[in-house]
C-alpha cells in the first residue's frame, strides 16, 4: 500500500495511513494526491494562517528512483497571498528522503503551542523543540540541524521572513525553494520551523529489469535532447539571452518597458558564466542546472551563493531597471536566506519603484530610501526590511495587491499581479498564451502552470503564433491539463516540458513499472487524470469565490502599449475570445464554473454537488 503520514500539530497525534486505492488508482500520486485531500479536509472561507488550514508535502511514484529529474516535492496548500489553491515544487533532496521513509505524502494540521520541528526516522515521527532555530536563517536552520542529525538527514525550513508572516515566504530545501503562494508562510503559522527526514536509502521500483530500461532510455532521450548542453551548461538564465532579443518579452520597469540599456551584455548567460564555481543538481538529475557563482570583485567580492536562476537574475534588473549582476546575487542570495520568494519579492520592489517615481511613495514613506531606477541599494535594503516587516517593508511585504490598498491614491493602477500572484519575467503583451496561461491559472500568474512550449516551436497539439490575439484557448487547455499529469509523478518542468526530452508517454511507463501497475501505462490516462486534478483545483476556488471575474490581466496589459523590443507598441486585444474559447473547451459555463456534465465525466460527481449553488 501506499502510504501517507499525517501530524496534527495542535494535538500531538502522529499517525500513518494507507492511501485508499481508489484515490491511488484516480490520482496516481503528487499533485493529483494533494488536490485531492486539499480539497477534502480544507473547508470554504477556511483562514489561510489558521489552524484549520493544512499544509501538504508530496513526493512523486518516482520520488527516490534512479528516473532522472523525478525526485522533487510539492507543497500545497491554500494561499496566505492569494486565497486559492496552490501548489509549489521544491528541489534538492529531501523528495527522495521523505520516499525512502516510507511515504508519498505528508499532511501538516493544527498549529503548535510553541516553535516545533519534525523529525522522521527510523518508522517514526517526532515533534521537537524548535525555540533554538526560531529567528535563524535558512542556512542556519539547516546547518544546526545537521549537526544535530547528521549528513545524511535532509530537511525542510522557512526562514525569519515566514515567522513574521510576510505572505509571499516560501519553503527552503537546501537552496531550493518551493517559492510561490506563501507556503512558508502557512507553515510558520503553525509554529513549525522545519521538518528533517533521515532514511536509508531502498529499493522502492517493483519491476527494475523493466525500469532500468527507461531509465537508460530517458538518459539516451535527455542527452540527445535539443537545448541540453546550453542548459546544462549554463542553466536556466540561457533564456535571458534569448527571450530579450527574439521575443520582447522580458519585462522592465514594473511591466511598462521591453528594454533596458546594458540587457543583455550585463545580464545574460555569459556573464554569469564568468562567475561560474560549479554545477549541482537535484537527485537524480543529469541536467545539474543549478550554478554556484561567487563575486570576484567590488563591494560584494567574495559572496558564494547559488544562483540565481532566470526569474531571479529578472526580479532583481529588470523591476528596478538595473544591470548590476552582483546585486543580483546578492538579492537571491538575501532572499534564500531570510525565506522570500523571488519573483514576489522583486514584482514587489518594483512596484514601490514606480510608486517613488510616480510621487505615490516619498522618501518620508521609505524612511529615507530614494527608489530611482538604475540604484540597486534601495532594493537590497527593502529585502531586508521586508523579511522584517520594518517601515515600508511591512507594507510591501503583503505583496502588491494588498500594499496597494494600503497605500491608496491610485496606487492599485500598478500593482501588477494575477488573482494576487505577482508575475514571473514574461510580459503578456509579448506572449499572449503566456499571458492567458497567468489570466487563467487557478493559482494566478505562474509560468509553470501551463507554460506555451509551442510559442517556440513545439508542434505538440499545435504551433502558436505568439502574438496573435484570439485561438489559443486549445492550446492553453492542453497545456494546464499536461502540467497537471506530468507533476502527478512531479516531474521538473524544465526537461520534461520546456525542453521536451522526455514526456507524459515515458512518464507514464517508468510509473507502471515502479508500482507494478500497468493503468498508469497510458499518456491519454494521465492526461485524463491531470484534466481531472485540474477541474478539481478550479472547484476549490470557486467554492471560495472565485470565477471569471478573476480570470483576468492587470488593466496595464490593455491599455498601455508595450514600449521598446521587437513587440513595441503591443497590447493584449481580446482576452474575453480566449477566455470564452478555453472555457467551452473546458465544459465550463460563462463564469467560468465547471459544469455538472463535465464534472460527471471526470468523476467528480460528489464535487458538482458542492459548487452547483455557484451556478447562474
Known sequence: MRRLLRVNLSNSAVSEEDIP???????????????????????????????????????????????????????????????????SSGGGDFGAWLRWAGFELLIVEGKAAKPSYLHIADGKCEIRDAADLWGKTTGETQRSLKRKHGARARTVCIGPAAEKLVLYAPIISDRRAAGRGGTGTVMASKNLKAIVVEAERRDVVTRPDDFRKLVQEQVKLMKAGLGYEVFKDYGTVQGLDYFYPVFGSIPMKNHRFA????????????????????HVGCYSCVLRCGKVRKVSSGPYAGLTTEGPQFEGAWAFSGPIGCTDLDATLVANGLCCELGLDVISTGNTIGFAYELFEKGILTEKDTDGLALRYGDPEPMLELVERIARREGIGDVLAEGVKRAAQRIGKGAEDYAIHVKGLELPGYDPRARKAMGMNFALSNMGAN??????????????PRLLDPWADEGQGDVIKYNHDSTAGLELGIACIFPSHHLQLYGLELMGKMIAASLGDSRFDSEDYLMHVGERVYNLERCFNVREGFSRKDDTLPRRFFTEPLRGGVRDGEIVRKPDAIIDQYYDLRGWDRSGIPTSETLVRLGLEEVDKDIAGFRR
Not at 35 to 48: F, H, I, K, S
Not at 449 to 460: M, N, R, S, V
Request: charged share 20%; net charge neutral.
Open 21 to 87: 486505492s481508489k484515490i491511488a488508482e484516480s490520482y496516481v500520486g503528487g499533485r493529483g494526491f494533494c488536490a485531492r485531500y486539499l480539497y477534502d479536509e480544507v473547508a470554504p472561507g477556511t483562514d489561510p494562517l489558521g489552524p484549520d488550514n493544512k499544509l501538504l508535502l508530496s513526493v512523486g511514484p518516482l520520488g527516490g528512483t534512479n528516473a532522472q529529474s523525478f525526485s522533487k516535492w510539492l507543497a500545497v496548500t491554500k494561499s496566505p497571498l492569494t486565497g486559492t489553491f496552490t501548489r
Open 259 to 278: 528594454e533596458l540599456e546594458g540587457w543583455p551584455q550585463s545580464i545574460g548567460m555569459w556573464p554569469y558564466s564568468q562567475i561560474t564555481q560549479k
Open 447 to 460: 509560468h509553470n502552470y501551463g507554460w506555451p512550449q509551442q510559442e517556440i516551436g513545439d508542434p505538440k
